[in-house]
């Protein structure tokens, strides 16, 4: 009997949300500890950050457009401070 196997079981938003702020956390830490400035530190690992979560995204194969959260959704908010700390770091 083949069994359909949901690689993507939706979790809840409060989950996501935890993941994230774990995240950003950790990303400022290290960002703290870089040799080329907070900023441009920050920078480089939020749009790391945008990257894998656009990988994790395809390999589990999270669709694009959800009413539930999910990888995809979390590249847009890294994406979103990228561009935020980018134009702050510009500015400075």
Same mark, same amino acid.
């Given at each position: 009997?083949?069994? $359909?196997?949901? !690689?993507?079981? =939706?979790?809840?938003?409060? %989950?996501?949300?935890?993941? #994230?702020?774990?995240?950003?956390?950790?990303?400022?830490?290290?960002?703290?500890?870089?040799?080329?400035?907070?900023?441009?530190?920050?920078?480089?690992?939020?749009?790391? $950050?945008?990257? !894998?979560?656009? =990988?994790?995204?395809?390999? %589990?194969?999270?669709?694009? #457009?959800?009413?539930?959260?999910?990888?995809?959704?979390?590249?847009?908010?890294?994406?979103?401070?990228?561009?935020?700390?980018?134009?702050?770091?510009?500015?400075?």
């Amino acid at each position: 009997m083949a069994q $359909s196997r949901n !690689l993507s079981p =939706t979790l809840s938003p409060a %989950r996501v949300i935890a993941r #994230f702020a774990v995240r950003i956390v950790l990303l400022a830490a290290f960002a703290a500890f870089g040799s080329i400035g907070f900023g441009r530190s920050l920078a480089a690992l939020l749009w790391m $950050s945008v990257i !894998l979560c656009i =990988t994790v995204g395809f390999i %589990r194969r999270e669709p694009l #457009f959800r009413t539930s959260l999910n990888h995809w959704d979390e590249s847009i908010a890294f994406g979103a401070l990228f561009a935020l700390v980018h134009v702050v770091n510009d500015l400075a």
